[in-house]
């Protein structure tokens, strides 16, 4: 049972809430995820501020984790370059950068996804969902929403 000041999240809002965080397993084709959740904030932004609020921590984490992918895969790409660069074959450079940029690609997917499913879970619940570090750029209540503290 929930306190006057709570409010009960229908389930329709609830899955709509999942599937945007459940977008980032979308992910794997760059970005695609990251525009689902954009096209889910944007479509609720006014009907269901709940789901929108859900969506756009879904928005914020998975362009972090895309920025955050980019820049290990590069990294790990140069020093791929540097490590193999004895090698003149041009072939050997491309099969370096793929063989040391493809495991943290798919590392930083592996963990954008089971990020995301832990969060999708939560709001299934109900739960007010923020991710570690990200989870106060957006604010937990719209104006005219009762909060914890409020009658």
């Known amino acids: 049972m929930t306190s006057g000041s709570e409010r009960t999240i229908p389930e329709p809002e609830r899955r709509q809430a999942a599937r945007a965080h459940l977008?980032?397993?979308l992910g794997l084709?760059?970005?695609f995820g990251l525009f689902t959740a954009f096209g889910i904030y944007s479509r609720t932004q006014r009907s269901a501020p709940w789901v929108a609020r859900q969506a756009l921590l879904s928005v914020i984490f998975q362009t972090l984790m895309f920025n955050a992918s980019v820049l290990l895969t590069g990294i790990t790409v140069?020093?791929?370059f540097a490590v193999w660069n004895s090698s003149q074959?041009?072939?050997?450079?491309?099969i370096a950068a793929?063989?040391?940029g493809l495991p943290f690609y798919l590392a930083t997917y592996l963990v954008q996804g089971v990020l995301a499913s832990g969060a999708a879970r939560a709001v299934l619940r109900?739960?007010?969902?923020r991710y570690p570090l990200i989870g106060r750029l957006v604010?937990?209540?719209q104006p005219g929403e009762a909060t914890e503290g409020e009658s």
């Open 29 to 31: 084709l760059p970005l």
């Open 126 to 129: 109900g739960e007010e969902f």
């Open 78 to 80: 140069a020093i791929g």
């Open 23 to 25: 977008s980032a397993w």
């Open 139 to 141: 604010g937990s209540a």
């Open 89 to 94: 074959d041009g072939d050997d450079l491309v």
């Open 98 to 100: 793929i063989l040391t």
